[in-house]
């Protein structure tokens, strides 16, 4: 004779939790995410625009560098840091201090320079091969017309690339889509597909080794801290070195 066990704890018609980063409900998630950034992408420099031909200036005024395109760019940004962190804390089940937001310890900080060490090491090594095949010159795709005149352009250029992009990016690619990739197909394979991911997103064909091999360097780091400061810290430091020599130049 069978007996019939009832959990006291599970009331009746409560549902279990669900998985950590169902496939599905994820996939979704991430969609809806990628959807949200592209309308505020639009509405922003679509205001950017109105603003820009209300004072009389030429669309010419909104390149890379200028306050009139990386505000904006900043406001799409921490636009949708909060939809993907309620998406990371729903699909893992986790709190954000498992996910990686807490302090940093003094072996984080080893970490992190190290992250560092290896990014530019790689980073001046795969420069040298891009000036071997008369490719030394090459911009950044979105990049090609940078140009910073005044103080807002300048501080307005490092904090959207060296202080609020590394934060929002590091929470989607590294919190979000490496664990989510870590769980369903392994950890190598998971940080290959992601970080291949995080290359083709910038949109350039000849950095596209070098953003892939940083991407590889934050999931690294990141897996071996457990915290998303520290690859934050590492993805900022190659963005201000970047952006120090757009200055430089320009």
Known sequence: MNTLVVDASSPVGHRPPAPPYAVWPTLLAIAGIVIWLTFLLVFFLCCSLVIANSQGLDVRFIHAGSAWREIPAICVYLGTLPMILAVLRRRSGMTFAQLGLRGLR????????????????????????????????????????????????????????????????????????????????????????????????????????????????????????HNLFAAMLVHAANNLIAVGALLAQH
């Open 106 to 225: 003094g072996s984080d900080l080893l970490t992190v320079g190290a992250g560092i060490a290896c990014d530019f090491m790689l980073g001046f090594v795969y420069q040298s091969v891009l000036e071997r095949l008369g490719l030394g010159d090459h911009e950044q795709a979105g990049f090609e017309k940078f140009h910073a005149a005044g103080a807002l352009d300048q501080v307005s250029v490092i904090v959207a690339m060296c202080i609020v992009a590394p934060i929002v990016e590091e929470v989607f690619f590294r919190g979000l889509l490496l664990n989510a990739f870590a769980r369903w197909f392994g950890v190598v394979p998971g940080i290959i597909v992601a970080s291949l991911l995080f290359g083709a997103i910038h949109g350039d064909a000849i950095l596209f080794p070098a953003l892939v091999m940083l991407g590889v360097i934050a999931c690294v780091v990141y897996r071996r801290t």
